[in-house]
């Protein structure tokens, strides 16, 4: 079974400054990759995602995330934050077979995000 | 655009009672899931539907099960509600799976006394 770890339950950055939210996967055959935000009091939408191709993957919001196969990563960035970014983020996988596994999204336990002023 | 709809947004249930979770997607989505979120645990599947006439487990199905009554609608339904179940359930829907984005629906906070 897919497992995803996303490191610091909690993170906090000054407004302006780097972004990074780090994500690694456990699986011997390179999952499909997201990562979903959640606004306060609101379902998940998508940021990005990695299927195929370019391993640099550019998002909405200026958000970016970079595939390493041989780290198992999916970090999430952005260079400069915003207020507007204060949310919950997630990381996810899922199987790219077309199997039940490519309907099951694993989600990591997400990272909270605080921009200070 | 109306996308995915859950209702209702809030419900209080005593111990033992039922009730019936209601989602609906206006996408033409093949596939339909029900999560829930619970604090430090991320968001875990109950059931989805790969398509119309199917159903499947997830990774926490007790205590629940789901209908997918047409392509529209897919329904959780809690038959003896327990403590354990208090939790915001989400509904999703996708046009397949394997690395199709998910929409999902506002949610619906549950609480069990």
């Known amino acids: 079974a897919q497992s995803v770890t996303q490191l610091g339950s909690h993170v906090s950055v000054s407004e302006g400054a780097l972004v990074l939210l780090r994500c690694n996967y456990s699986s011997s055959v390179p999952p499909y990759l997201f990562w979903y935000v959640q606004y306060p009091n609101q379902g998940l939408q998508l940021l990005l995602k990695y299927t195929t191709g370019a391993t640099l993957v550019k998002g909405i919001n200026g958000f970016e995330a970079e595939f390493k196969k041989s780290e198992t990563s999916f970090h999430l960035t952005k260079p400069s934050a915003h207020m507007s970014d204060a949310a919950e983020y997630f990381c996810?996988?899922?199987?790219?077979?077309?199997?039940?596994?490519?309907?099951?999204?694993?989600f990591g336990k997400g990272t909270k995000l605080s921009v200070i002023p | 655009n109306a996308g995915v709809t859950q209702t209702p947004k809030f419900q209080v249930l005593k111990t033992g009672q039922s009730m019936t979770l209601q989602c609906a997607q206006d996408m033409n989505h093949n596939s339909m899931y029900w999560y829930r979120q619970d604090p430090g645990m991320g968001l875990r599947l109950i059931y989805y539907?790969?398509?119309?006439?199917?159903?499947d487990k997830g990774e926490v199905p007790n205590g629940y099960n789901v209908s997918r009554l047409n392509k529209r609608e897919f329904s959780l339904r809690l038959e003896s509600a327990a403590p354990s179940q208090t939790s915001v359930y989400f509904c999703?829907?996708?046009?397949?799976?394997?690395?199709?984005?998910?929409?999902f629906g506002s949610g619906t906070q549950l609480s069990v006394l």
């Open positions: 999703a829907s996708s046009g397949r799976g394997g690395g199709e984005k998910l929409f």
């Open positions: 539907s790969a398509s119309e006439g199917t159903t």
């Open positions: 996810a996988v899922s199987d790219r077979n077309t199997g039940a596994g490519s309907y099951q999204l694993t």
